[in-house]
């Protein structure tokens, strides 16, 4: 399998757990049951599933009234993007 691919399912994978997690803190929260630690949220953000956390945040109106997830989740995408591009540009890796 093309290493492209294997990224490919693997951002896949880790936003569709990050946009099902909102979910389920969201539905903890309306429960009063135990929560999921926002830590745990950003965490999951970093690792490359920040467009998930920012669909769940939206979707789900979770977390979407505190700054830090408001500015922090696309502050992370952001970053990734650049990391991206700077990485693709300066060793000039073919994505296609």
Known sequence: ???IMIIAVYLVVVNLVAC??????KRKAENNAYRIPE???FFLAIIGGSIGCIIG???FHHKTRKWKFRIGMPLI???QLV???Y???TYQV???
């Open 1 to 3: 399998m093309p290493t």
């Open 20 to 25: 099902i997690t909102f979910f389920i803190d």
């Open 39 to 41: 830590v745990v949220l």
């Open 57 to 59: 945040m939206y979707s």
């Open 77 to 79: 995408l952001v970053l």
């Open 83 to 85: 990391l991206i591009f």
């Open 87 to 89: 990485i693709t540009y």
């Open 94 to 96: 073919r994505i296609v």
